[in-house]
């Protein structure tokens, strides 16, 4: 095994959320929860939080950390009892991490205390907070969950649903909410329906999450995806469908197959890690290499550099071991550490990289500071050649709709050409897969995709500034 450690920074595209919900009448929801948002914990882990209803009251339990730091006492959930709950996991790319903007956010208002949680991006999130502002409003965190919150409270309307009715055509962006009262669950999705939200029924009950891997965990089967500008309405009459909006073209984030969802989820009826396989094998064909071995950067590219290696007919080897026991609470090395190499995270195996030609693939680029690194401890632990090949076409936007990525400076898609962005990594050679390529191994209409960042053409109209971009 190679010494050498290898410490990634903030380079990546972020997932900001993932929810999960349950209305299930004599289940334990808070345990099933625990577990249904472990099996999302990878959409997001600064925080994570449970919100439980009993028919009368809502009681919730949030923090900083993962799910497991925030529940590490095991009194947390005993004393979660019900028969509905929501769960959120977050990434604070819009915001800060403070513990206030953790979810679920549970308000207190005149038609009662609903427990909201969310995943996504407000395009007029700004708009409508300072109009809100300027009649009273005041906001206790900076997240657009709260937003929906005074809306509902402005309303006029008592009754959740008609409140809902009024008030969601105002927002603009990509969201999925989960909504839960002392007797309802309520589900929304988008009218692009660009941020994935599932259905799913147990023996006892039904289930929503941001991803299906999530009603495995928990024992439940998938019934469908929620549509685009949908409500759900799920209480003791089981769940009722009320199209809230006009379906506009659905335009479901195509990172979401590339990157964020895991593979074993399935997500517009197809397996995410059949998807990616398929996305490797279109990538090689694309871009075929004269090398000696494919290997993936763990997790999300193991499954397209299989498909890789299948097509060029080369071994697909574990050339990165993954170090998957760094939490929060990790102490991040020191300046200095870091300058003499001390790096996490992911290690090289020298044993089977020294000496070869390296067929290394990755889902995306975003700065580039990553795949230089990784490019660097590639050739120090020896091989001979290193070739990058990315399954997704240069990343040359940022995303208004909830994922972090860098801003337009910093993209290094945006600046450089192909050629000059494999010098700037140190790569031998680099291909990136077409956007044409890439559709086509979705195997659905290739409008039903958002695909901004690669092209600039936002689905929905962004009328403020991209809060990764300032
Ligand atoms: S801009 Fe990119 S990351 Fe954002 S929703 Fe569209 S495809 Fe996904």
């Known amino acids: 095994m190679a010494a050498e450690l290898i410490n990634l920074p903030e380079d990546k595209m972020k997932e900001e959320c993932g929810v999960f919900g349950i209305y299930s009448p004599g289940s334990d929801v808070a345990q099933l929860t625990y577990y249904g948002l472990y099996a999302l914990q990878h959409r997001g882990q600064e925080s994570?939080?449970?919100?439980?209803?009993?028919?009368?009251?809502?009681?919730g339990e949030k923090g900083i950390g993962l799910v497991s730091d925030v529940f590490a006492e095991t009194t947390k959930l005993q004393e979660l009892q019900g028969h509905i709950a929501v769960g959120h996991v977050r990434y604070s790319g819009t915001g800060s991490t403070s513990p206030v903007n953790a979810q679920p956010l549970i308000v207190r208002y005149y038609g009662g205390s609903p427990a909201i949680v969310y995943?996504?991006?407000l395009v007029n999130g700004r708009k409508l907070r300072m109009?809100?502002?300027?009649?009273?409003?005041?906001?206790?965190?900076?997240?657009?969950?709260?937003?929906?919150?005074?809306?509902?409270?402005?309303?006029?309307?008592?009754e959740i649903v008609a409140a809902l009715q009024k008030v969601l055509p105002r927002l603009k962006g990509a969201f999925t909410f989960l909504i839960m009262t002392p007797d309802k669950l309520i589900?929304?999705?988008?009218?692009?329906?660009?941020?994935?939200?599932?259905?799913?029924?147990?023996?006892?009950?039904?289930v929503l999450a941001s991803e299906t891997c999530a009603f495995d965990t928990v024992g439940a089967q998938f019934i469908r995806d929620v549509k685009p500008g949908e409500m759900v309405v799920i209480d003791k009459n089981g769940p009722q469908s009320l199209q809230y909006a006009e379906t506009e073209k659905q335009a479901m984030c195509v990172f979401e197959y590339i990157y964020f969802a895991r593979p074993d989820s399935n997500l517009l009826g197809q397996n995410v890690h059949m998807v990616r396989k398929r996305l490797g094998r279109r990538l090689a064909q694309e871009?075929?290499?004269?090398?000696?071995?494919?290997?993936?950067?763990?997790?999300?590219?193991?499954?397209?550099?299989?498909?890789v290696a299948e097509q060029l007919g080369l071994p697909y080897e574990m050339g990165f071991v993954k170090n998957r026991y760094i939490g929060r609470t990790f102490i991040q090395p020191s300046p200095e550490l870091r300058a003499l190499g001390v790096q996490l995270k992911l290690n090289p195996v020298r044993q089977i990289v020294a000496g070869k030609r390296v067929v290394m693939v990755d889902d995306s680029i975003v700065r580039g500071t990553t795949s230089k690194r990784i490019v660097h401890m590639l050739r120090q632990a020896g091989a001979k050649e290193v070739h990058v090949l990315i399954t997704s076409p240069p990343v040359i936007s940022p995303c208004y709709y909830?994922?972090?990525?860098?801003?337009?400076?910093?993209?290094i898609g945006a600046r450089l050409e192909t050629k000059e962005i494999a010098?700037?990594?140190?790569?031998d050679s680099l291909g990136f897969l077409s956007e044409d390529g890439m559709l086509e191994c979705l195997n659905l209409p290739k409008e039903e995709f958002c695909t901004a960042c690669f092209n600039g053409r936002y689905p929905v109209v962004c009328t403020e500034e991209c809060p990764y971009d300032k």
């Open 402 to 411: 909830g994922v972090h990525t860098a801003t337009s400076q910093e993209l």
């Open 423 to 427: 010098r700037e990594i140190g790569a």
């Open 187 to 206: 589900a929304i999705r988008d009218a692009h329906g660009i941020r994935p939200l599932s259905l799913g029924e147990t023996a006892a009950g039904f």
């Open 48 to 59: 994570a939080g449970i919100a439980v209803a009993n028919g009368r009251d809502i009681k």
């Open 131 to 158: 109009q809100l502002e300027r009649e009273g409003s005041i906001f206790q965190t900076t997240t657009d969950c709260e937003i929906l919150a005074h809306l509902i409270a402005r309303s006029g309307e008592s």
């Open 119 to 121: 995943n996504g991006n």
């Open 287 to 307: 871009h075929p290499v004269d090398a000696d071995i494919v290997t993936g950067v763990p997790d999300s590219s193991l499954s397209a550099a299989s498909g």
